[in-house]
């Protein structure tokens, strides 16, 4: 867990460009809190609009559904 801030740059993180999993039945981080990071990068970063997949599954969708969350990231190339 970082215990120090963070600056996001434009260069840096604005730069890679990035997915989400949106994990529709995540009772940890609730599907609509993750939406909301989501917005968050986006409006600091508008060049580089997040990609969003969602997955009905819990936190730890690599675990319940392996072999979706595999098709996912190969579906990135």
Known sequence: MATERTTLTATGWGSVPRTYVVCGHD???????????????????????????ELATSHSAFLSVPGRVAELIASLR
């Open 27 to 53: 009772r940890t981080i609730p599907a609509p809190l993750q939406r909301l990071f989501i917005d968050q990068a986006d409006a600091a970063f508008p060049d580089n609009p997040t990609t969003v997949a």
